[in-house]
């Protein structure tokens, strides 16, 4: 059974502090999906990580893959109030599919 | 913004009717997906298609079928609606571009089953 593990699914933090969303897939792929969910939206692509190392970086997220260890993580530096949202790792699983994680909630705190 | 669209955006049905959900894209991208999305359970696939006429199950396809007779409209219904199928409904469209499969979503629909 194809698996993608996100943790924390709940994660309350203040504002100008770092942390880690982590993501473990089960599939031998070597691309790996962020996306972004503000409450009531549709989801946002955020990053699209597509060989083992790949680092990508926007403003104050950054996000990598490690193929070997079945690992992606999105680091969050200096937390702002609009980080606030539901971020959503996936995995492809074939040649056109994605399976998703649960999701982790982010509620960033004045 | 990709050019997705779903309709309705919500929609409240009583259990045994038939109800049927469309997508339709702008972008003539090849892939389109059928999502749901529930609490606790992230995203799963109902069913998607790689082409006109061409299409396969996900993981939760009970109770679904899908049809695509043009590029641009992927068709979701639910022959007989139960109340397990109350959920928010994401339809997703994609293309090899390079070899990313990057996936663009629409704006939901909001489906209660009474």
């Known amino acids: 059974e194809l698996k993608v593990e996100q943790n924390p699914l709940f994660l309350s933090m203040q504002e100008g502090k770092n942390y880690t969303i982590y993501c473990n897939y089960s599939t031998t792929s070597d691309r790996l999906y962020w996306y972004r969910q503000d409450p009531g939206k549709s989801l946002e692509s955020l990053f699209v990580?597509?060989?083992?190392?790949a680092v990508k970086q926007e403003g104050r997220l950054m996000a990598s893959l490690d193929t070997k260890a079945r690992l992606s993580t999105l680091h969050i530096t200096a937390a702002v109030h609009d980080l606030s949202a539901t971020y959503f790792c996936?995995?492809?699983?074939?040649?056109?599919?994605?399976?998703f994680g649960k999701g982790t909630k982010l509620t960033v705190n004045p | 913004d990709a050019g997705i669209t779903q309709s309705p955006r919500h929609k409240v049905t009583e259990t045994g009717t038939p109800v049927t959900l469309r997508c339709h894209q702008t972008e003539n991208h090849r892939y389109m997906y059928w999502y749901r999305q529930d609490p606790g359970h992230g995203l799963r696939l109902i069913h998607y298609s790689y082409g006109v006429k061409d299409t396969d199950k996900g993981e939760v396809s009970d109770g679904y079928s899908v049809s695509r007779s043009k590029t641009e409209d992927f068709l979701l219904t639910l022959e007989s609606a139960t109340s397990s199928q109350t959920s928010v409904y994401f339809c997703?469209?994609?293309?090899?571009?390079?070899?990313?499969?990057?996936?663009?979503f629409g704006p939901g629909t909001r489906l209660t089953v009474t």
């Open positions: 997703a469209i994609s293309e090899q571009n390079p070899t990313a499969y990057e996936q663009y």
């Open positions: 990580l597509l060989s083992n190392g």
């Open positions: 996936a995995d492809l699983s074939t040649a056109e599919k994605l399976v």
